[in-house]
């Protein structure tokens, strides 16, 4: 019975800015770390960020380190996900993912294999 639902997803130029959220249900947000993967045309689904249950340790992907950046409201189960500077590349369907806290780690935060639970994904497209 646990959801994830993305929105914030959109069409926008290059340089742009979009915030993704995560809204959560039926599970206890601060017992969960949380994860971004998206997976743009052609390509496998990568990992993008994550996020400590406690929200005080991020992980990120080389490609959007310093323009991207997870956080969350544990009060209002959301996770957010701040996109700035877009690039083409950054074009994908963008998807949040829960891990227990007790199987997350930092060595294990980009892999995809460890979430149990997925959302459907948001389109962010970034037009040149």
């Known amino acids: 019975q646990v959801q994830l639902v993305e929105s914030g997803g959109g069409l926008v130029q290059i340089g742009d800015s979009l915030r993704l959220s995560c809204a959560a249900s039926?599970?206890?947000?601060?017992?969960?770390?949380m994860g971004w993967f998206r997976q743009a045309p052609g390509r496998e689904r990568e990992f993008v960020a994550a996020?400590?249950?406690?929200?005080?340790?991020?992980n990120y992907a080389d490609s959007v380190k310093g323009r991207f950046t997870v956080s969350r409201d544990n009060a209002k189960n959301i996770v957010y996900l701040q996109m700035n500077s877009l690039k083409p590349e950054d074009t994908a369907v963008y998807y949040c993912?829960?891990?227990?806290?007790?199987?997350?780690?930092?060595?294990?935060?980009?892999?995809?294999?460890?979430?149990?639970?997925w959302g459907q994904g948001s389109q962010v497209t970034v037009s040149s």
């Open positions: 996020l400590s249950w406690g929200g005080g340790i991020t």
């Open positions: 993912a829960a891990v227990h806290r007790s199987i997350w780690s930092d060595a294990t935060a980009g892999s995809e294999g460890k979430y149990a639970y």
């Open positions: 039926c599970l206890t947000l601060s017992s969960f770390a």
